[in-house]
Nanobody, 120 residues
Framework: QVQLAESGGGLVQAGGSLRLSCTASGSIYKINAMGWYRQAPGKQRELVATVTSGGSTNYADSVKGRFTISRDSAKKTLYLQMNNLKPEDTAVYYC??????????????WGQGTQVTVSS
């Protein structure tokens, strides 16, 4: 079983910055893609950014130029640096990872979520 633990959320004023972290643990042989998603009240969960094992990144148009996704494969940790935050970035942010366990089983796991609130 693979677990993801997020941290770094909080309350920040518009224009401020936050850095989210997500660490994977468990019987992990290899992590392929990792990503951040978010869900605002009354809305569907949406993709924020993803990064592959090779380092290729993909961003939602709404966060391009403000957010940066990165990963430390040795630490099995994913990061999201969020700058110039806007009230519309307010949401619960979820970490996601997929890969292969030592039992040669595919996994796709979600973290428990971390709240980000941006005040105007």
């Amino acid at each position: 079983q693979v677990q993801l633990a997020e941290s770094g959320g909080g309350l920040v004023q518009a224009g401020g910055s936050l850095r989210l972290s997500c660490t994977a643990s468990g019987s992990i042989y290899k992590i392929n893609a990792m990503g951040w998603y978010r869900q605002a009240p009354g809305k569907q969960r949406e993709l924020v950014a993803t990064v592959t094992s090779g380092g290729s990144t993909n961003y939602a148009d709404s966060v391009k130029g403000r957010f940066t996704i990165s990963r430390d494969s040795a630490k099995k940790t994913l990061y999201l640096q969020m700058n110039n935050l806007k009230p519309e970035d307010t949401a619960v942010y979820y970490c996601n990872a997929n890969g292969i366990t030592f039992a040669t089983e595919d996994f796709r796991s979600w973290g428990q979520g971390t709240q980000v609130t941006v005040s105007s």
